[in-house]
């Protein structure tokens, strides 16, 4: 028994230290100027650390209107996708029907529709209204999200119906009800959904590289795209600083999450 | 409260539009353009039939990227699903560190596409970037990676294994927990051994949600694009490219959006064929929970 855990633990550093090792590299790089990198010990941490590539890349590229941006489209998605998607949910799980039981179906389907398989119409329809080259049009087709709407209803059909009857008898209406008994008793999937929505959306790339061409409504994963196309020749200080600087508020954000999401995720039984 | 009164589905509307709007009308207009000759050369649309489809189906670059396709779903799903189970297994089985190693594997899944690309850029350069080094360093040749054809969409393939790992073992450290203890307990009193134990125990318990995550992980392997776009532009060549790269190019490089559109249609045809295997899989589950 004892023997077989030292094995465990072994194969599992050895996995974790090839799985960080991306990350160890990031870091390290983005913290070297580019002497430092032509020489023999580049892979090893420097010994004079240095933040000029973060000064740089400020100076090349508009890394904080890329920041603001993405904060509002990654913000305004997850807003108006719980505004739109707990009502929708609330009916899923509380007023089973024919009706509702076939646009459940379509909103699953929906999880399975990607939008990156859609983009041409999508084009074509923000094209329509005018909103080429907007950071809405970057927020609302990602805004009706079946995979929210499947997992607040499950998470909405696990609260007692006692509660919910208490709340009617002391004179609550839909709106009371959300408020009072099914948001709060929520938390844990809302947590889970809000902390995958921002990871997802901070990520999105194709469709703001195809709906955006100016720097004012550009997010960061565009930004670094395009930083990496305009400077010739492999920066790699400055490249580094430049992937540190789109990662961080993400992990960062996870960070703090983390203890609430790793056990809400593992007991409230959401699974892709 | 009152059962059927209809207004309740007021509640539904608002999050309805944005589905018709953004997911369901897409697609009539894109199975509608596929038809036509459309562009910025011809930007009347000129109805032409099946000639779209017809090129592509002639053409094999398309089926090059087909081909890509499969090799990169099942390339990457296969042995990050099984790898996943092994590790949660392990960390399942361990007392410390379970959170230093949950966090390590799970950190690449929060990590842009794009941030990810660039490091990975590093990783394969074929000069500088350490994978060559340690070929190297035992004496074999260097690898070209990103550059060369027979490597290029293996080197996506490692990339996204990486990136999506911690992921798929969350989720089945969170399946894990449904296991009774005491059946093992049980088979341990009965002498069987480690492997035995889970092989037995272990993965027909944790089997028929996995098939079900499988099938959405292919859906999902649809939506390849910035580790591609950023890494090896499809190339060299075709190797690495695939439907959604091809129907960027042609949308907004080619400008041939009739092209496109069909690249499309044939795609939601696909995505929809998965979807009925999901419902056949799943669906009477989903379908009883919703009625």
Redesign the interface.
């Known amino acids: 028994m004892k023997q077989?855990?030292i094995a465990?633990?072994i194969?599992?550093l050895l996995?974790?230290l090839i799985?960080?090792?991306?990350?160890y590299?990031?870091f390290v790089?983005a913290f070297k100027d580019s002497k430092e990198?032509l020489g023999s010990r580049?892979?090893l941490p420097s010994l004079s650390p240095t933040f000029d590539n973060f000064i740089r890349i400020f100076q090349a590229a508009s890394f904080g209107i890329y920041l603001v941006n993405t904060i509002i489209v990654v913000t305004g998605i997850l807003v108006l996708q719980l505004v739109?998607?707990i009502?929708?949910a609330?009916?899923?799980a509380r007023?089973?029907s024919?009706?509702?039981?076939f646009?459940?179906?379509?909103?699953?389907?929906?999880?399975?529709?990607?939008?990156?398989?859609?983009?041409?119409?999508?084009?074509?329809?923000m094209n329509a209204f005018g909103l080429i080259n907007t950071r809405v049009a970057m927020i609302?087709?990602f805004?009706?999200s079946?995979y929210c709407?499947f997992l607040l209803r499950q998470a909405f059909?696990q609260i007692p119906r006692s509660l919910e009857d208490a709340a009617?008898i002391d004179g609550c209406g839909?709106f009371g009800l959300l408020r009072n008994v099914f948001i709060p008793l929520s938390k844990p999937t809302i947590t889970v959904f809000s902390m995958i929505s921002v990871?997802t959306h901070?990520?999105d790339?194709?469709w703001p590289?195809?709906i955006t061409d100016s720097n004012i409504v550009r997010t960061?994963?565009?930004g670094?795209?395009m930083f990496?196309q305009h400077e010739s020749g492999a920066d790699?200080g400055m490249?580094?600083a430049?992937?540190v600087f789109?990662?961080l508020p993400?992990?960062l954000l996870?960070l703090i999450l983390?203890h609430t999401f790793?056990e809400s995720?593992?007991?409230s039984?959401?699974?892709? | 409260m009152k059962k059927r009164d209809p207004r309740i589905f007021l509640f539904l509307l608002p999050s309805f539009i944005f589905l018709s709007i953004f997911t369901y009308y897409p697609i009539f207009d894109a199975v509608g353009l596929s038809f036509h000759r459309y562009g910025a050369f011809n930007p009347k649309p000129i109805f032409q039939g099946l000639k779209n489809y017809i090129d592509f189906f002639k053409d094999p670059i398309f089926w090059q990227i087909i081909l890509n396709n499969v090799l990169f779903g099942l390339g990457t799903i296969l042995p990050t699903m099984i790898m996943a189970l092994i590790f949660a297994i392990l960390i399942n089985e361990v007392r410390s560190l379970r959170t230093f190693f949950r966090l390590s594997l799970f950190y690449p899944m929060l990590i842009p596409y794009a941030a990810a690309a660039m490091v990975w850029v590093f990783i394969y350069d074929p000069s500088l970037g350490p994978i060559n080094l340690i070929l190297k360093l035992l004496k074999l040749k260097p690898i070209g990676w990103l550059g060369d054809s027979r490597y290029s969409l293996i080197a996506i393939i490692i990339m996204t294994v990486w990136k999506n790992l911690g992921y798929y073992m969350l989720i089945f450290l969170a399946g894990l927990q449904n296991i009774p203890r005491d059946l093992y307990e049980a088979a341990t009193v009965e002498g069987t051994n480690w492997s035995q134990k889970h092989w037995h125990i272990t993965i027909p318990l944790v089997g028929p949600s996995t098939l079900f995550v499988f099938v959405v992980s292919v859906i999902q392997s649809f939506k390849v694009f910035t580790q591609i776009y950023l890494m090896t532009e499809g190339g060299p060549g075709y190797s690495s490219n695939v439907l959604i790269y091809r129907t960027y190019e042609y949308g907004f490089k080619f400008w041939q959006l009739g092209r496109a559109s069909t690249l499309t249609t044939l795609m939601i045809m696909i995505l929809l064929f998965l979807v009925l295997i999901v419902f056949g899989v799943w669906g009477r589950k989903i379908t009883y929970q919703a009625a």
């Open positions: 077989r855990h465990h633990y194969i599992l996995v974790s799985i960080v090792f991306p990350l590299l990031m790089m990198i580049y892979l739109m998607i009502p929708a609330y009916v899923f007023f089973p024919r009706i509702s039981g646009l459940f179906i379509l909103y699953v389907i929906q999880i399975m529709l990607p939008l990156e398989a859609l983009i041409i119409p999508n084009y074509r329809i609302l087709p805004v009706g079946g709407a059909k009617v839909h990871a901070w990520n790339y194709l590289l195809i960061l994963t565009i670094l795209g990496v790699w490249l580094m430049a992937t789109i990662t993400i992990i996870f983390q790793l995720f593992l007991t039984g959401i699974k892709g």
